[in-house]
């Protein structure tokens, strides 16, 4: 008789984000007619800027075309978008990672949970926590994480750094030693930031102990201050020991259009093997290309005016995140974030758990958060809002909440 | 010091398809202005049809709207996808399946070389040999197959089911039992379909032994014989021993697109876990669904214009296939394959090797074919040619071969 992967019976519920939507259809169901704002799962709201439109209708008409239909797309991504990506998100910033250093996905979450497969399942992860579900998750269906302690909510064989009010939601270098750390700048769902310098400091500190950074940089177009990298490999040694997630979701919309890439430098060995070719072989393996029309979207998003017209995107989400931040802090909340991302962190009122905070929010105020404890358990006792609604839903949503 | 996936270093060799790129990419530098026919990998060549492009600009359009964008999707796949197919290629055919019981994905490789995650790793596997590489490759990456003997190019801990002109290349119920079974009808890449009477015999086999069965359909829309099963779910019982993997590559030249499904029926248990729910929970942690783009394109070749398209897509392959069969046997070759599916699998000339034989093949005739030993020991001495090309092509290289 077949057997099954007894690691997935460990995991506890279901993914934070399905529960979120199964709680919010309960209610609405119950409650037809009620007008739910929802900040609660990172979606954006906005729609598809008019380069991307017209980048995408144009391959939409090729793809009616024998003489210019695509068919399979090359295993690791089409030049024109590795080109796009090597000069306009590394070279121009001084980081020399060449276009066979990029590997196109359908996106960073598939990136991010398939990432774990390249290394050994005896290695040891170290998490921010709270940190993206996503993470950990994926390495418990590897095996790779013990067993669960369900009143702490942690994994006997996961590292946390905790990141909390107060250490200023900054992670600290672990007591025992990792072999994977999983960081994602500027974070979510804290919305924190590190400067250069920290930064230098992790580069630093995983090539000493032998670790590989797996670093998350999906929230990379928020960031408005100065001294916060745009990437890791802006940091010296950094092409020796970290591999670059990228999303297209947060800074094009690319939610429901799916896109992605790693950044995995030639130089990143393990005792002689090159990780650039493991992750090539996976992607050989078992992907095949993100669609054709989808990557000369992404291109489209390269152009000067789909940067023209993103950065205005990203400008109108970032209001949002500084009047959710204004407008709470008015009505006497605690909050995080919302300067270098798009998400705000706020501490739940009076001791209520992150998700009593949830259930009341909804409730009362008909607006869908998420509950920091559903990050880890360091975030018990806070919640994420999102800024991805429209203006017109967010400042609702805030006088709702004000009003409370 | 972190460590690798050392599963990874077992793989002999790249994957088959990107070994066959390099070589020509290589003879055509070598080569310039050599006019290379390619009916190698089973890619498509015609165009998306009309009504599929519609339906993409369409959904282009409703993208580029705030009322009508669409962020994340659903998990599983939007719900007008999943009823169409739960309709159209299941109820219509008397197979109960549900619409809840689809999950959508980006395509037939990715799902093919994911749903072994949801085992246990000593589970056996058994294969047809030859077969599509993804199902070794991928249980080779996740530890599942002992050790590799490049002697015979096989796996300590893999069945093989030699599939030869010997028993016509149909799979014989194999001595060891098997945990997992990999049946992949009609197949790829001998081209051989197998009447519904035996697929049922494999149905009884995997429930008495206590096997799952991970049936891949993609072919299914080239089958032309009567007495040949669309899905596996038309055989008594199928349900409570296997999973079905479909692909839109193939009926509705998605190559280049992306779309699949796999059906996880809801009576498939293994000692009372639902393997539904562990396939939802995979998607859910490790996938962000199929773009919402795609799968308006998905539920277009569903519709009475779309279905119309494809069938003359499927003929118009079709028409190559019975070409390169009857073209070939009268150069004196032995063909196989071509009635229910797009391959041709036929024997090397005298005692010329697979490798031999594309080498030659590429050299002399300028054509790129796939080497039947890429696919498995029992593949050497053989050769696939696809009926993707276009018919020009398709006539122009059987010229060529004629004139060898």
């Given at each position: 008789m077949?057997?099954?992967?007894?690691?997935?019976?460990?995991l506890?519920?279901?993914?934070?984000?399905?529960?979120?939507?199964?709680?919010?259809?309960?209610y609405?169901?119950?409650?037809?007619?009620?007008?739910?704002?929802?900040?609660?799962?990172?979606?954006?709201?906005?729609?598809?800027?008019?380069?991307?439109?017209?980048?995408?209708?144009?391959?939409?008409?090729?793809?009616?075309?024998?003489?210019?239909?695509?068919?399979?797309?090359?295993?690791?991504?089409?030049?024109?978008?590795?080109?796009?990506?090597?000069?306009?998100?590394?070279?121009?910033?001084?980081?020399?990672?060449?276009?066979?250093?990029?590997?196109?996905?359908?996106?960073?979450?598939?990136?991010?949970?398939?990432?774990?497969?390249?290394?050994?399942?005896?290695?040891?992860?170290?998490?921010?926590?709270?940190?993206?579900?996503?993470?950990?998750?994926?390495?418990?269906?590897?095996?790779?994480?013990?067993?669960?302690?369900?009143?702490?909510?942690?994994?006997?064989?996961?590292?946390?750094?905790?990141?909390?009010m107060?250490?200023?939601?900054?992670?600290?270098?672990?007591?025992?030693?990792?072999?994977?750390?999983?960081?994602?700048?500027?974070?979510?769902?804290?919305g924190?930031?590190i400067?250069?310098?920290?930064?230098?400091?992790?580069?630093?500190?995983?090539?000493?102990?032998?670790?590989?950074?797996?670093?998350?940089?999906?929230y990379?177009?928020?960031?408005?201050?100065?001294?916060?990298?745009?990437?890791?490999?802006e940091?010296?040694?950094?092409?020796?020991?970290?591999?670059?997630?990228?999303?297209?979701?947060?800074?094009?919309?690319?939610?429901?259009?799916?896109?992605?890439?790693?950044?995995?430098?030639?130089?990143?060995?393990?005792?002689?093997?090159?990780?650039?070719?493991m992750?090539?072989?996976?992607?050989?393996?078992?992907?095949?290309?993100?669609?054709?029309?989808?990557?000369?979207?992404?291109?489209?998003?390269?152009?000067?005016?789909g940067?023209?017209?993103?950065?205005?995107?990203?400008?109108?989400?970032?209001?949002?995140?500084?009047?959710?931040?204004?407008?709470?802090?008015?009505?006497?909340?605690?909050v995080?974030?919302?300067v270098?991302?798009?998400?705000?962190?706020?501490?739940?009122?009076?001791?209520?758990t992150?998700?009593?905070?949830?259930?009341?929010?909804?409730?009362?105020?008909?607006?869908?958060?998420t509950?920091?404890?559903?990050?880890?358990?360091?975030?018990?006792?806070?919640?994420?809002?999102?800024?991805?609604g429209?203006?017109?839903?967010?400042?609702?949503?805030?006088?709702?909440?004000?009003?409370?």
């Amino acid at each position: 008789m077949y057997k099954i992967n007894e690691n997935y019976q460990k995991l506890p519920g279901s993914y934070l984000f399905s529960t979120i939507a199964k709680k919010v259809s309960a209610y609405t169901q119950a409650n037809p007619g009620k007008g739910i704002i929802r900040l609660g799962i990172g979606d954006v709201t906005l729609p598809l800027a008019p380069a991307i439109i017209a980048a995408m209708h144009k391959a939409v008409d090729e793809m009616a075309d024998a003489a210019t239909f695509r068919g399979y797309a090359p295993d690791l991504g089409y030049g024109f978008l590795r080109d796009a990506v090597a000069s306009q998100d590394y070279q121009s910033r001084g980081c020399g990672i060449s276009p066979d250093e990029i590997f196109v996905s359908d996106g960073a979450k598939s990136d991010s949970a398939n990432i774990q497969e390249i290394f050994s399942q005896d290695n040891r992860i170290a998490v921010c926590d709270p940190v993206y579900p996503v993470y950990v998750d994926s390495n418990v269906m590897s095996g790779r994480t013990g067993a669960y302690d369900a009143a702490s909510g942690t994994w006997s064989d996961v590292i946390y750094m905790p990141c909390t009010m107060e250490n200023g939601f900054v992670p600290e270098f672990p007591k025992e030693t990792p072999d994977i750390i999983y960081l994602c700048l500027p974070n979510n769902p804290t919305g924190t930031a590190i400067t250069k310098g920290q930064l230098q400091g992790w580069v630093d500190y995983a090539n000493k102990v032998g670790a590989v950074i797996i670093y998350d940089g999906a929230y990379e177009a928020y960031i408005s201050e100065e001294n916060v990298a745009h990437s890791i490999y802006e940091c010296e040694g950094a092409k020796a020991c970290a591999i670059e997630l990228k999303s297209f979701s947060k800074n094009a919309g690319f939610t429901g259009v799916r896109l992605g890439y790693t950044v995995v430098p030639k130089e990143l060995k393990c005792g002689g093997v090159s990780l650039h070719g493991m992750w090539a072989r996976r992607h050989g393996t078992k992907f095949n290309g993100a669609p054709y029309i989808v990557q000369r979207a992404g291109e489209a998003a390269y152009s000067p005016e789909g940067k023209a017209q993103l950065k205005e995107q990203v400008a109108y989400y970032m209001r949002n995140a500084s009047a959710i931040k204004s407008g709470l802090q008015e009505a006497g909340y605690t909050v995080f974030g919302g300067v270098n991302a798009p998400y705000l962190w706020l501490k739940t009122p009076g001791k209520m758990t992150s998700w009593e905070f949830f259930d009341y929010l909804l409730e009362q105020a008909n607006v869908v958060g998420t509950p920091g404890s559903g990050f880890g358990p360091s975030g018990e006792g806070y919640f994420r809002l999102t800024a991805f609604g429209s203006y017109e839903n967010t400042q609702k949503a805030l006088e709702r909440i004000k009003g409370l």
